[in-house]
């Protein structure tokens, strides 16, 4: 059974750091593309990013280009998403997965 476990959400203020983790479980995390997606209040699901199986071609939204770098360690089975310069217009509900499933999410809140 597929598991996607995201950690590393909180509270930041404007101009703050965060990293994201996701531990997968249940399949072959190395076979597989990757992605990092976020739904603000209100808003429809966006795409943050996208990896392939061995890190070499990255897609990014258009909106956290540079500010934001997908990682990920296919040895730990752990896809990764360090977030910097945070801006309010970042808080949503940041989501790992890709065509095997998407976990539950974690709350990233930009606020002074």
């Known amino acids: 059974q597929v598991h996607l476990v995201e950690s590393g959400g909180g509270l930041v203020q404007p101009g703050g750091s965060l990293r994201l983790s996701c531990v997968a479980s249940g399949f072959t995390f190395s076979n597989y593309y990757m992605s990092w997606y976020r739904q603000p209040p209100g808003k429809e699901r966006e795409l943050v990013a996208t990896?392939?199986?061995?890190?070499?071609?990255?897609k990014y939204g258009n909106s956290v280009k540079v500010r934001f770098t997908i990682s990920r360690d296919n040895a730990k089975n752990t896809l990764y998403l360090q977030m910097n310069s945070l801006k309010p217009e970042d808080t949503a509900v940041y989501y790992c997965?890709?065509?095997?499933?998407w976990g539950q999410g974690t709350q990233v809140t930009v606020s002074s």
């Open positions: 997965g890709g065509s095997m499933g």
């Open positions: 990896i392939t199986q061995s890190g070499i071609i990255i």
